[in-house]
RNA sequence: GACAUAUUUCGAAAU
């Protein structure tokens, strides 16, 4: 029996739950005896992936074989149902267990607000919230991430701000997840301001932020022109040792190259491609436009050489970029040329 | 012994 447990458990853990099922076959036909969790975690696997009509059969055949689901086991099929984004056949189930003599806890609560949020549902999440509270559970960290996230992602930021009082309120400390989610939602937001003091905090009280979360608030700062915090926040993050990764580097070099440091751009180009990350075609057009604009034609002209030479081929806004510069410049034979060069390598400039 | 939450890719030329 222990043997079948374990396997079914690791299955599950593996997300091979097809094994799992099969393991839990084959132990009632050997005459085990299945327990709720044994049931309970191949129902759990079922409904992660939305497999709903086989997590039925399964609580089925628990109950036949004279085992009675549990409130983990419910909460299971709310959440599955909730993946599928049938938030209503969700409530539905909570009123089930009800009728079985099940009191919904704080997780089955979490799962429904979670639900709720993600299909936008937002003053209904907090109707719900409001009901957990009534029914005297506590919100612990997860159920106000879940709220937040609602919140952030639907735009509510004055809410989800508001949220955070909250919780410092009823001594819910806000945590990793709370904080990377209101930042993301602040960058989203375009509150910039707000969204670089949150990163402070974070560091401060020493929470990581993800290289995703430091991109995407790298690249509202970009989309902003705001060259000073875009290079403050690539520069502490070199201090505090953190990997850079490939799109990194292209927001550093595109923040470079929009402030006109030609040469702090091109330095970080070499220093990325000796940490072996290939720029991609963006990383360099990016560059060949910082030279354009500080009319240094000859070095976009190198650029495009260097490409060649590194195995990426300029495309079609290489080209225009630096055939457009050229005839500004007058210089037309350079144009030509280069047009040319480009129909040779595949390429029609427009 | 099983359970719930967030995680960029809206980006470069032209138009």
């Keep these: ?4 447990t374990n396997m079914i458990h690791c299955m599950c853990l593996k997300g091979k739950v097809d094994d799992a099922l099969c393991f839990l076959d084959e132990m009632i036909n050997k005459n085990y005896t299945p327990d709720v969790v044994d049931y309970t975690v191949v129902i759990s696997g079922l409904c992660k992936r939305g497999r709903m009509e086989q997590a039925y059969e399964i609580l089925e055949k628990m109950q036949k074989n004279g085992c009675e689901p549990s409130v983990w086991t419910y909460n299971h099929i709310i959440d599955g149902l909730c993946i599928v984004g049938q938030v209503e056949a969700a409530l539905e189930w909570v009123r089930v267990m009800q009728n079985g003599g099940f009191d919904p806890n704080i997780y089955t609560y979490t799962i429904l607000i979670d639900g709720l949020c993600k299909v936008g549902k937002l003053d209904w ?13 506590k919100p ?15 735009g509510k930021l004055n809410e989800a701000l508001t949220l955070i009082e909250d919780m410092y309120q009823t001594d819910c400390e806000p945590d990793r997840v709370t904080y990377t989610t209101l930042l993301q939602g602040l960058v989203k937001g375009s509150r910039f301001s707000e969204a670089l003091s949150v990163h402070d905090e974070m560091e401060e009280k020493g929470y990581e932020v993800n290289l995703q979360t430091l991109n995407s608030l790298a690249r509202g700062l970009c989309r902003e022109a705001n060259h000073k915090d875009a290079s403050r926040l690539f520069k502490r993050m070199q ?19 929009m402030a006109q440091e030609m040469e702090a751009a091109q330095t970080l180009l070499y220093e990325m491609m000796s940490n072996s990350y290939t720029p991609n075609i963006m990383t360099y057009n990016t560059i060949i436009k910082g030279f354009c604009k500080q009319g240094r034609l000859d070095d976009a002209t190198k650029m495009i050489n260097f490409m060649l030479e590194n195995g990426t081929n300029p495309d079609i806004v290489s080209y225009n970029i630096l055939i457009k510069e050229f005839f500004k410049q007058g210089r037309v034979n350079d144009a030509h040329q280069l047009y040319a060069a480009a129909l040779e390598r595949g390429v029609v400039p427009s």
């Design 1 to 4: 029996t222990l043997t079948y």
């Design 125 to 137: 999440a907090k109707e719900i919230f409001d009901e957990a509270l009534g029914m005297g559970l």
């Design 140 to 154: 612990n960290v997860v159920t106000y991430n879940a709220l937040l996230n609602g919140h952030c992602k639907g």
């Design 239 to 257: 201090q505090r040792g953190y990997a850079h990764d490939a799109t990194n580097y292209y927001l550093w070099i595109h923040s470079c190259c």
